[in-house]
């Protein structure tokens, strides 16, 4: 489905010369600006194409969105998730201790407590391809495992946030949970030792994460270009039936070239026939101005103003990015791969695509994926025709003839007795 009709699309009100796609180096600009190249991470800078530039981390701490229908006071402040390593600092994200007590806006649209009555996603494994997935958290304790080195430490907490959007348990005194809270996380550590996108390691982390037994794979970075390693990668996950889910813009990067120079981009991993392309939307399905399209989005998913949990500390964090609508939609796969182990890996899809709310790009729904009805190749049947056959109506008319002479017997009966009771009456009173 092509991304050209994503709705809620926003043209962005930025105007001038359309950037050259070049980029400054550590050293020659502002330490600021380096720092924003050499570590920008799951938002594929190093390979952004002419026309991308890559958004400043943003300094400030913004209000979380409302929860749907929520006449609560308004939720704390909450820290924001980095998608990346911070040079400048101390690269481990601190702990949060601020809790969002309301259920989180996109929790409620969602209406993950419906999907739940029939899913949790147990016995399904979700691999989480992003900077690793911190194994000592709470809400994901005794369900993470990993593969590769440090997969299971995260220090940046990206992936950890990502891996709660799939597969937190509700917590007391928090509102937050994860879509399919009784699944299992495997973790990939997909960053190199200076915390930038490695497509090599991407590539390497969907082959073990489909040989560890993974059913779904929620892939959290976007390139630009493809190498044969990551398309060989995602051609074994098909043949062994894992459906991967990816996101199908960079997090953090807008296009700035004017609005009607723009053509969608081919994103990877998320671009490859069979891949799972999922977009972002914020509360009011909509997408952020100067948003990139991508050459396909199968499904549109929340991914703006998203609570989640991080590595350390008991309280929760804002994150963004078309990473997190692929998180989303990685855990409905697990509530589908749950509920209909049968299904391989593209019929989940459909149903999934199927089951979404109507739009030009499905919006996400995920007890409309679980209980969808799709439909099926068998021939329709002809007009006037039926399974159903009814035995003919042979009519008798004995009983019919029977039911008329007794009625005919009974009127002249009741005449023969009306006519003696009138004539005794008139003797009567002759006598008189």
């Known amino acids: 489905m092509s991304s050209s009709g994503i709705p809620g699309s ?95 806006w996109a929790q409620q649209k969602l209406e993950l407590t419906r999907a739940h009555q029939l899913s949790t996603g147990a016995g399904v494994t979700v691999a989480v391809i992003d900077t690793g997935v911190a194994s000592g958290v709470a809400a994901l304790k005794g369900r993470v495992s990993g593969a590769g ?131 972002d939307l914020d509360i009011n399905d909509a997408r952020t101005d100067g948003a990139f399209e991508p050459v396909r989005a199968d499904l549109a998913a929340p991914g703006q103003g998203i609570t989640g949990i991080g590595p350390r500390g008991k309280g929760n964090y804002l994150a963004n990015g078309a990473s997190v609508a692929a998180a989303f939609t990685a855990g409905a796969a697990a509530l589908v791969r749950s509920y209909e182990p049968e299904l391989t890996a593209g019929e989940v899809a459909d149903r999934l695509v199927a089951g979404g709310y109507p739009a030009q790009v499905p919006r996400l729904n995920p007890y409309g994926a679980l209980s969808a009805v799709l439909p099926t190749d068998a021939p329709p049947l002809r007009a006037g025709a039926s399974d159903i056959r009814l035995n003919p109506v042979y009519e008798d008319p004995a009983p019919a003839r029977r039911a008329y002479t007794v009625l005919t017997v009974s009127l002249t009966a009741a005449a023969v007795l009306g006519g003696a009771v009138l004539l005794a009456r008139r003797h009567r009173r002759g006598r008189a």
């Open 149 to 279: 080195t440090g997969a299971t430490e995260d220090c940046v907490g990206h992936g950890t946030f990502v891996a709660s959007v799939i597969a937190a348990r509700p917590a007391a005194g928090s509102g937050f949970s994860g879509v399919a809270p009784d699944a299992r996380i495997l973790a990939v550590r997909a960053i190199d030792s200076t915390g930038a996108p490695d497509p090599a390691r991407v590539a390497q982390g969907i082959r073990s994460a489909v040989d560890a037994g993974a059913e779904v794979i929620s892939v959290s970075l976007a390139f630009t270009s493809a190498s044969d390693a990551l398309k060989s990668a995602l051609d074994h996950a098909a043949d062994e039936d894992v459906l991967v889910v990816a996101a199908g813009v960079p997090d953090g990067v807008t296009d700035q070239s004017p609005a009607e120079e723009r053509r969608p981009v081919a994103f990877w991993p998320a671009a490859q026939p069979g891949v799972l392309s999922v977009v």
């Open 10 to 104: 926003r043209s962005s009100s930025r105007s001038g010369p359309r950037p050259t796609g070049s980029h400054p180096r550590p050293g020659g600009r502002s330490r600021a600006a380096a720092v924003t190249l050499a570590t920008a991470l799951l938002c594929g800078t190093a390979g952004v194409a002419p026309g991308a530039a890559a958004a400043a981390p943003r300094a400030e701490t913004p209000v979380p969105l409302p929860s749907a229908g929520a006449s609560a006071a308004p939720a704390p402040k909450l820290p924001v998730m980095p998608p990346y390593y911070d040079l400048t600092q101390n690269p481990c994200t601190e702990g949060s201790d601020r809790t969002v007590t309301a259920v989180p």
